[in-house]
């Protein structure tokens, strides 16, 4: 029994420098689509050139680290051991990011115990799911800021929620003796269907007095992140 456990722990197979030069380079194949398809799903601010090229150098070392492992569980063991004391603390811009980091994880397991079928058609769905959807932004928010003096708080108030009919939420409110300043969030077929009004949301707050700016921003995933 002890001779069965140390066998099946000190497992592991005997590569050819052929095969683990394939291996390698399978992987570094699969990394450059990776590479193609975020710098394609990505523009302005959300792409980051060094974020997209440590895609590849992760499919490539979770190639490696496979081609290591191999059937060693002793030495599975150890390295998840090893890597669990790795914290990541780098905020992620976008929420795609998190996909693309288990692709390339993903296509370095495959392609490091040489299962290139499994690589292949799963990178080829995804390469064109996200050709296809890849590009979606989230450009439907509009964001009114207003800031002014606090005794024009309620009015305020009151002015934005019934010029857009109550479509509108108040995510922020911020105030200090003597000014207040909101931040209200609507929908962009609220904000167009405002374009109706004789008068424009800005025309009525200045007409308050006490206001000194009011920005319309479009909620774009260049700055939610």
Known sequence: ???????ILEQRS???VEAIAIYILSATLFSVAIYVSYWYTHKGT???????????????????VMIVIGNNIALSLGM??????????????????TSYIFWAI??????????YVVAGIGSSVVFILLLIMGR???????????RAARSRENDIEGI????????????????????????????????EIS????????????????????????QSDEISG
């Open 1 to 7: 029994m002890e001779k069965l456990l140390s066998n």
């Open 14 to 16: 005997d590569l050819s």
């Open 46 to 64: 959300t792409y980051s050139r060094k974020f997209n090229v440590s895609l590849m150098m992760l499919t490539v070392l979770t190639a490696t």
């Open 80 to 97: 998840v051991g090893a890597l669990s004391i790795v914290r990541f603390r780098t905020a992620i811009k976008d929420f795609r990011d």
């Open 106 to 115: 993903i296509v370095g397991i495959t392609c490091g115990v040489g299962d």
């Open 136 to 146: 979606v932004r989230n450009e439907n928010r509009i964001l009114l800021i207003v």
């Open 160 to 191: 934005v929620f019934n010029y857009f009919d109550k479509k509108t939420m108040q995510k922020v409110k911020n105030t200090t003796e003597h000014t207040v300043e909101f931040i209200f969030e609507l929908t962009r077929k609220a904000y």
């Open 195 to 218: 374009y109706l009004s004789d008068e424009s949301i800005t025309e009525k707050l200045y007409a308050l007095g006490d206001v000194q700016y009011v920005n319309i921003i479009t």
